[in-house]
Nanobody, 119 residues
Framework: QVQLVESGGGLVQAGGSLQLSCTTS????????MTWYRQAPGKQRELVAG???????NYADSVKGRFTVSRDNAKNTVYLQMNSLEPGDTAVYYC?????????????WGQGTQVTVSS
C-alpha cells in the first residue's frame, strides 16, 4: 500500500514563508513525476508546481519566482518552498505522484495540508 503524507502547513502572515514536505512510503519501485496542487474554498483544484524524476520543474504563473519545488529521491520526498506568501495562496495543498509498484504505475494523492496566509 502506497501512502503520501504532507506536512509543513500552517498559519503565516503575508510576506512570510513555509516549506511543505510530502513523503511517500510503501511498496515503491520508483517514483515518476511529483506534483503539488492546491484547492481554495469554492475553487477547483489547481496545479502549483511539479518536478520530474530527472529534476525538470514547472510552475503555475501565479507562483513563479516565489515557490520552489525540489525532491530528495533517496528519501522519496518532494518539497515546496513557498516565499513571499500572499493571502491568495490560502488553500489546502495536496501532493500527487505517479509511482511504480512492482509492475504497474499508479497515481496517488496525499491527504492535504492547510496553508493559511493572513493579510
Amino acid at each position: 500500500q502506497v501512502q503520501l503524507v504532507e506536512s509543513g502547513g500552517g498559519l503565516v502572515q503575508a510576506g512570510g514563508s513555509l516549506q511543505l514536505s510530502c513523503t511517500t512510503s510503501g511498496r515503491i519501485f520508483s517514483i515518476k513525476d511529483m506534483t503539488w496542487y492546491r484547492q481554495a474554498p469554492g475553487k477547483q483544484r489547481e496545479l502549483v508546481a511539479g518536478i520530474t524524476s530527472g529534476g525538470t520543474t514547472n510552475y503555475a504563473d501565479s507562483v513563479k519566482g516565489r515557490f520552489t519545488v525540489s525532491r530528495d529521491n533517496a528519501k522519496n520526498t518532494v518539497y515546496l518552498q513557498m516565499n513571499s506568501l500572499e493571502p491568495g495562496d490560502t488553500a489546502v495543498y495536496y501532493c500527487n505522484a505517479n509511482i511504480e509498484t512492482y509492475g504497474r504505475i499508479g497515481n496517488y494523492w496525499g491527504q492535504g495540508t492547510q496553508v493559511t496566509v493572513s493579510s
